[in-house]
T-cell receptor, first 114, second 114 residues
Framework: SAVISQKPSRDICQRGTSLTIQCQVD?????MFWYRQQPGQSLTLIAT?????????ESGFVIDKFPISRPNLTFSTLTVSNMSPEDSSIYLC???????????FGEGSWLTVV | AQSVTQLGSHVSVSEGALVLLRCNYS??????LFWYVQYPNQGLQLLLK??????LVKGINGFEAEFKKSETSFHLTKPSAHMSDAAEYFC????????????FGPGTRLSVLP
């Protein structure tokens, strides 16, 4: 399995501001994914981030709102832009460990927008 | 396309009793199936996975799940519940080894009563 670290683990943010979440993996992985988990809900895939290419966004998510960087095979960032209270969620980074047919998750970043 | 249903958003059992969490899936291709657990204020942890080997899959913490193709089910069981099992459990299906095809169920919250 992969060890995935996310920062920040928690934050309280002001409406209208932006926050960047970092995801660091202890091994090189091809595919990294960003999920959102709204309060009391299941997980929704925001986008897939491959190194060296633009992120692929799922329906309902756009790059202007959730810009993603993937500068190398062990790191990615997700920015939540112009936040509103509706963006209060857990944001989870996950990776597919090469050859494992499985995705693993970080501990999540718990954002509250006030 | 894949989909997952989990019967019962909330299940309560007594400590020492059998745990049964239900998962049914829909997939147009042979599925990969997973159970993840989310303890309070934590990220998701892989419990177990089915990837077309043995139909009875053993996971961590005494959990196991049985893949039944005829019933399109992948129910999670544990013979004897422990207080520490209280958590949210998510069933997930993937039609391939790529994380972008993961679909998560709505989750089942397990409460363990003393």
């Amino acid at each position: 399995s992969a060890v995935i670290s996310q920062k920040p683990s928690r934050d309280i943010c002001q409406r209208g501001t932006s926050l960047t979440i970092q995801c660091q993996v202890d091994s090189q992985v091809t595919m990294m994914f960003w999920y959102r988990q709204q309060p009391g809900q299941s997980l929704t895939l925001i986008a897939t981030a491959n190194q060296g290419s633009e992120a692929t966004y799922e329906s309902g998510f756009v790059i202007d709102k959730f810009p993603i960087s993937r500068p190398n095979l062990t790191f990615s960032t997700l920015t939540v832009s112009n936040m509103s209270p509706e963006d209060s969620s857990i944001y989870l980074c996950s990776v597919e460990a090469t050859g494992s047919n499985t995705i693993y998750f970080g501990e999540g970043s718990w954002l509250t927008v006030v | 396309a894949q989909s997952v249903t989990q019967l019962g958003s909330h299940v309560s059992v007594s400590e020492g009793a059998l745990v049964l969490l239900r998962c049914n899936y829909s997939s147009s291709v042979p599925p990969y199936l997973f159970w993840y657990v989310q303890y309070p204020n934590q990220g998701l942890q892989l419990l177990l996975k089915y990837t077309s080997a043995a139909t009875l899959v053993k996971g961590i913490n005494g959990f196991e799940a049985e893949f039944k193709k005829s019933e399109t089910s992948f129910h999670l069981t544990k013979p004897s519940a422990h207080m520490s099992d209280a958590a949210e459990y998510f069933c997930a299906v993937s039609g391939s080894s790529y994380g972008q095809n993961f679909v998560f169920g709505p989750g089942t919250r397990l409460s363990v009563l003393p």
